[in-house]
């Protein structure tokens, strides 16, 4: 699993805190996602949005390329 998180994002902090994120997501829904390489690319409008909004976000996206193991 990769994490990445550019300069369009805006300085380290907000850069740290758009992979924080995304690793909590990983981290909660680990359970649920089959085995591979992914790689996730923070984009800017992360930081605006609530943990739910953004945890909404991923599993739709998961389920979307097919990564969830009960898809």
């Known amino acids: 699993m990769g ?3 550019s300069k369009k994002i805006g300085n380290a902090v907000h850069r740290n805190r ?5 690793r909590a ?6 359970d649920l996602i089959k085995n591979g390489s992914y790689v996730l690319v923070a ?3 992360l930081l605006s949005k ?3 909004e ?8 998961l ?4 990564a969830l193991q009960n898809s």
């Open 3 to 5: 994490f990445v998180a």
């Open 18 to 22: 758009a992979k924080r994120l995304l």
């Open 25 to 30: 997501h990983f981290i909660e829904n680990i």
């Open 43 to 45: 984009k800017p409008a």
């Open 50 to 52: 609530s943990f739910s």
């Open 54 to 61: 953004i945890r909404k976000a991923y599993l739709h996206a």
């Open 63 to 66: 389920k979307k390329c097919t």
